[in-house]
């Protein structure tokens, strides 16, 4: 592709792809590898108003700690999607969302006799768990 389309036009393409395809996309070339990591590509991205937003809920079902992110679009309630969690964020107590931006969560709680706080992108399905 990166020999027919001028580069110019494939980021154009490129800025409308989900942020979960992104990231194998960045295997493709170093060209790419570049583009998607840069932060002016990032900031487009992430404020691009085009990407929908996500309604993330967390209910206890069958006395089991669920989490379930609900797009909100044209589609919604249809479209939606179980989020990859942490192990230790399904056995919080205690549990606040502290603070939400650009599809990244912050949510604090008690596990293992210890405070934690949980950084986490449902998006890509990655999270960091921090001891405090």
């Not at 589609?75 to 964020?89: E, L, N």
């Not at 596990?111 to 992108?121: G, M, S």
Request: with cysteine.
């Amino acid at each position: 592709m990166s020999d027919n389309i001028p580069f110019e036009l494939q980021v154009e393409i490129i800025k409308r792809v989900p942020v979960r395809s992104l990231l194998q996309f960045r295997s493709v070339s170093k060209q790419w590898n570049s583009l998607i990591d840069s932060s002016e590509f990032i900031t487009h991205h992430t404020l691009n108003p085009t990407q929908p937003q996500h309604l993330l809920v967390r209910y206890i079902g069958r006395s089991e700690i669920k989490y379930v992110s609900i797009v909100d679009d044209d589609s919604f309630p249809r479209h939606k999607f179980s989020p990859t969690v942490s192990p230790t964020a399904k056995l919080l107590t205690h549990i606040r969302v502290i603070a939400s931006s650009h599809e990244l969560v912050c949510l604090c709680g008690f596990a293992y006799d210890e405070n934690l706080i949980i950084l986490w992108n449902p998006s890509i399905r990655k999270y960091v768990e921090i001891v405090f």
